[in-house]
C-alpha cells in the first residue's frame, strides 16, 4: 500500500482493526504506549463551544485527551490572578496541559500585546494562535524574544487576512523563527492550499496544528475527506514538530464526541502508517 495516500477504504479498516471504533471508544491502561507518539494530540476547545470550560476539560478526558488549546471565549485572557490560580489546579488535577490559547488579536499597540503574553506566561502557555495585523510584527518581535513564547498565525481561509501561505511567508520573513504559523488544515484546503505542502515550506515556524478534513470544502470526519492525512502527519513528523496539534472538528457542536472518536480513531490509524 502507497504511503502517500492512504484510502478511505484502508482508514476504515485499519482504524476498526486496530482500534474497535465499533465499540464507540478505547481501553487504556496505564501500561499503553500513547497511540498518538510522536505528537502531543489535544484539542481545540472550540469543539466545546457550546459547553462551558470545564465541561470542555471533561470531554477531553472522555476523549482521553491529555492536552487542549483553549480559545478565549471559554477562558478570558483577562481574568483575575486568583482566577488564573485556579485553572492552573483544575488543569493540574485533570492531567491535562494548557499547550496553546487563541486565537489572539495583536496590533502596534504594544502594552496590549504584552498583557497577552503576561497571560500566556503566568498560565504556562508555550505557544498563541494569532490573527495579528500588519502593523503588529515589531512589538510581537520583541515580546516573543522577551518572553520565549512563540506566535503562531492562524490562517482562516478564503478572504481572510492570512489565507494562503504565500499570505503568512510576507509578514514571517526576516523575523523570529518564534513568529511562525498554526496550521488550519481545513482552511488551507478552502483556499486550495496543500497543508503537507505548507508544513514542509515553513518548518521550523510551525508552531501549531487545528486539524480538519474537508470533502469539497465542507467539514467532515477527519480521514473521510480530500486531506492527505497521512501524508500530513508524516511531514510533521520528517520535519521534527513538537507545536500544540488540536483536532479541531466544528460540526455537531451540541454533540460532537461520536464523531470526535472516529476523527481521533483515524489519526491513530494513520500514525500507524508512518515510516
Request: one cysteine or more.
Amino acid at each position: 500500500m502507497s504511503r502517500d495516500k492512504f484510502s478511505r477504504r484502508d482508514f476504515l479498516r485499519t482504524s476498526t482493526a486496530l482500534w474497535g471504533v465499533a465499540l464507540g471508544g478505547r481501553i487504556v491502561s496505564a501500561d499503553t504506549p500513547d497511540p498518538y507518539t510522536p505528537f502531543a494530540m489535544g484539542v481545540q476547545s472550540y469543539c466545546f463551544r457550546k459547553f462551558s470550560f470545564e465541561e470542555a476539560l471533561q470531554k477531553a478526558q472522555e476523549l482521553d485527551l491529555k492536552y487542549i488549546e483553549a480559545f478565549p471565549g471559554h477562558f478570558k485572557s483577562g481574568s483575575s490572578p486568583e482566577e488564573i490560580e485556579t485553572m492552573k489546579a483544575k488543569l493540574k488535577s485533570m492531567g491535562i496541559t494548557l499547550d496553546a490559547y487563541g486565537v489572539c488579536g495583536f496590533s502596534k499597540d504594544h502594552e496590549r500585546n504584552k498583557r497577552l503574553f503576561d497571560f500566556a506566561k503566568s498560565m504556562g502557555i508555550p505557544n498563541l494562535s494569532a490573527n495579528p495585523t500588519a502593523d503588529a510584527f515589531d512589538s510581537l518581535e520583541k515580546l516573543v524574544e522577551e518572553y520565549k513564547i512563540n506566535i503562531a498565525i492562524h490562517n482562516h481561509g478564503p478572504k481572510s487576512r492570512y489565507s494562503t501561505d504565500e499570505d503568512i511567508q510576507k509578514v514571517v520573513e526576516g523575523r523570529s523563527n518564534r513568529i511562525g504559523l498554526c496550521i488550519d488544515t481545513g482552511h488551507f484546503m478552502r483556499s486550495d492550499v496543500n497543508p503537507v505542502d505548507v508544513v514542509r515550506k515553513f518548518a521550523p515556524r510551525v508552531h501549531g496544528v487545528h486539524l480538519k478534513d474537508t470533502k469539497n470544502k465542507k467539514d467532515c470526519i477527519v480521514g473521510t475527506g480530500d486531506l492527505d492525512l497521512v501524508g500530513f502527519l508524516q511531514a510533521l513528523k520528517d520535519t521534527g514538530f513538537k507545536g500544540s496539534f488540536s483536532l479541531e472538528y466544528e460540526s455537531d457542536p451540541k454533540n460532537p464526541i461520536p464523531a470526535m472518536r472516529e476523527c481521533l480513531a483515524n489519526i491513530r490509524a494513520g500514525i500507524q502508517n508512518l515510516r
